[in-house]
């Protein structure tokens, strides 16, 4: 079974620049989670979708990152400008979404993403 | 095998019971991370823990990193508390493009009021 899919990797960018990550989840997956995870802290929630509508954003820095999944299917986080502190593995996450049990969260490789 | 794997996979128990769920990892470590999930909802973390044991409320996690184990506890549970329970591990301290976030598959915790 294919996993959750993230690209790029790796990103190194200085501050003040823009960047972009993707991710594409499992394939009937309702629900799509971004996390950010700074080293030494448990990942937080930025943002998560049901389809291609935002459910929780709270804690999303709207004022330099926006996410999208217009589809209801891929998802791109964009964080623009980059901060020094943005640096994190930035992880994507589905699940069935159905209203009954989550037996489980499926989650991509992470995009780790250093600014300079 | 996989790398961390966590036992129960199912667990349901009357409310006030004392919950325990187990952790086993096969990799060198920096940390361990518990994450809860409720139905429909994103992972909050828990704990985050390298050594020793630590205590919320509730809730309080261990880690032998000799046995490579760790272990969540919720005392007096409560349906609230039903939710999935991830452990997942860090592989390294430094940030070097050889460290992996490895999750466990979850254990399904059931309250029954």
């Known amino acids: 079974e294919a996993g959750v899919a993230q690209s790029p990797r790796y990103k190194i960018i200085e501050k003040r620049q823009s960047v972009a990550f993707w991710c594409n989840p499992i394939?009937?997956?309702?629900?799509l989670y971004w996390y950010q995870q700074i080293l030494g802290q448990g990942p937080k929630l930025l943002i998560q979708?049901?389809?291609?509508?935002?459910?929780?954003d709270s804690q999303l820095p709207k004022d330099r990152f926006s996410a999208e999944r217009l589809k209801g299917v891929d998802s791109t986080l964009k964080i623009q400008p980059a901060k020094l502190e943005d640096s994190a593995v930035y992880l994507c996450?589905?699940?069935?979404?159905?209203?009954?049990?989550?037996?489980?969260?499926?989650f991509g490789q992470g995009t780790r993403l250093t600014v300079v | 095998k996989n790398e961390v794997e966590q036992s129960p996979q199912n667990l349901t128990a009357q409310e006030g019971e004392f919950i325990t769920i187990n952790c086993s990892y096969s990799?060198?470590?920096?940390?361990l991370h518990w994450l809860q999930q409720h139905p429909g909802g994103g992972i909050v973390s828990l704990f985050m823990?390298?050594?020793g044991k630590k205590k919320h409320g509730r809730l309080i996690a261990t880690i032998n990193i000799q046995e490579k184990h760790s272990s969540l506890h919720i005392t007096a549970s409560h349906p609230r508390d039903s939710a999935v329970y991830i452990c997942?591990?860090?592989?390294?301290?430094?940030?070097?493009?050889?460290?992996?976030?490895?999750f466990g598959k979850g254990t399904r915790l059931h309250i029954l009021p």
């Open positions: 394939s009937g997956h309702a629900t």
């Open positions: 979708f049901q389809n291609n509508g935002v459910v929780d």
């Open positions: 996450a589905s699940s069935l979404g159905k209203e009954e049990w989550n037996t489980e969260a499926f």
């Open positions: 823990l390298s050594s």
């Open positions: 997942a591990v860090t592989t390294s301290v430094l940030w070097t493009p050889d460290d992996k976030i490895i």
């Open positions: 990799v060198g470590i920096s940390a």
